[in-house]
């Protein structure tokens, strides 16, 4: 008895020394690690502090701006996943990582006797993570960023409820997630609710906004920098799409395309997908987000892919439609140069000074008059039964960039994407069954007249065989 006692003891003591050792080593002495800012080609700091002037210029001195880091995505067990920082946070301080926060005071703070309208939140360096995840920027690697006061992540808290007396509305760019499934519960909790109640118990007067609408308009028109990123963005998603294309054949699959797409993303230096591929073949090009790419193609399929890379944060956002063996059947180019034809117009339409739905009324227009020739539909509330979405959408640091949605300005880039969409079972004649088309292009919204940036990319039908068939084998 004893005796067994003692050697599950001992049993325990060797696991939790291998555990503990296997979590907490320590570090030889002498080891530092480097820190390098990753993105030092892209926007200027300077640039990012002009950003953040302009929103603390048009917010009175009684409001608070803060900003937030994105969550890490962590499943489970300590994996890390690529970070991705929020685009707001990273607008406004060219910060990559998790843990910070930004806070602007329009009206100054005083910390240790200084007045300062900017103070960043950071987590400060430490030799045992880096030993996992490599030097990250603490406080000191931070000053490159060039806002006014550095503090550690762990005083946010205390310093926002210290400060927001005096305050009237608090600014937050976006919370880390929107929801908090709870177990249990008919409805999941927001964290704009909790946010609200914690600072609501104490301030009750406080008006807390989780929205910032002069900092969508300052993102929704893009500087020259930020036209450069989004070229090469552009670029590389245009080698990923050739290369899909020239390797199609009929029995390739989704996964393998989407592969081919992202291998192409990734040898251009693109470090992400700006979303999640979209590789649909056959019935699937008619699912607008279809995204499981697991289907083999098979002869005589269009495929319907929507991809875009990331590139120093940057996103293109671009659709080719193409047929798997090289040709398009009679009936498929029939569709498709009619969105191609709505495509155009819609591209015409997308000038400066013109509404941000002009471009989705020239597709609309087009879409229906062809449709109705062709015994499509017959009256237009049937537009939307094989066209349901937008045509149009701000593209930047997001996909879907925030914007104004007003006028279209010099700089803005947008995305022109109309299609048609006619899965099986559709109250048409059967010969329209399964074809799904999209064109989508970012186009450069410019006072010379609109620029298609991804307009290199073959976008006829006779540019897309001829790729097709000059494939190198
Ligand atoms: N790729 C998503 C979209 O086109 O909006
Ligand atoms: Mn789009
Ligand atoms: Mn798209």
Known sequence: MHHSIQIILQFLLIILTFTSSFIIEAQPPGITYTYEYPYKNGIPFQRFKERRTSLKN???????????SADSRNRQNDVDHPYRQNSNF???????????????????????????????????????????EGALMGLDEARILLIERILPYAELR?????????????????????????????????????????????????????????????????????????????????????????????????YELEALMEFAFKK???????????????????????????????????VLADCGAEYQNYTADITRTFPVNGSFTADQKKLYDIVLEAADSAIA??????????????????????????????????????FMHGTSHYLGLDVHDPGTMGTLKHGSIITVEPGLYIPPGSPCDQRWWNIGIRIEDDILIDSNGPINLSESLPRTTQAIEALMKSKNK
């Open 268 to 302: 251009g230096g693109a470090e992400d997908i700006g979303y999640s591929s979209i590789m649909g073949s056959g019935y699937n090009t008619c699912i607008l987000h279809y995204t499981s790419n697991r289907k083999a193609t098979m002869n005589g399929d269009l």
């Open 58 to 68: 048009t917010h009175s001195a009684k409001s608070m701006i803060v900003s937030l």
């Open 349 to 386: 339409e997308a000038k400066v000074g013109n509404t941000f739905r002009a471009p989705h009324n020239a597709a609309k227009k087009v879409l229906l008059k062809r449709m109705i020739e062709i015994g499509l539909i017959e009256k237009e509330e049937q537009l939307k039964w094989y």
């Open 158 to 254: 205390t310093f926002m409820m210290k400060h927001l007396s005096g305050i009237d509305t608090v600014f937050f760019t976006g919370l880390p997630t929107s929801s908090i499934p709870i177990p249990l519960a008919d409805k999941p909790l927001s964290v704009e609710t909790i946010i609200k109640n914690d600072i609501q118990s104490t301030f009750p007067e406080l008006y807390v906004k989780t929205t910032l609408p002069t900092l969508n308009a300052l993102r929704e028109v893009k500087d020259a920098d930020e036209i450069t990123l989004m070229k090469k963005a552009i670029d590389i998603s245009i080698e990923g799409h050739v290369s899909a294309m020239k390797e199609s054949h009929p029995g390739i699959t989704e």
């Open 90 to 132: 990273l607008y406004l301080t060219g910060m990559p990582y998790a843990k910070s926060a930004l806070i602007i005071a329009p009206g100054g703070i005083e910390y240790e006797g200084q007045i300062s309208h900017e103070f960043l939140f950071v987590q400060p360096r430490s030799t045992e993570k880096e030993a996992w």
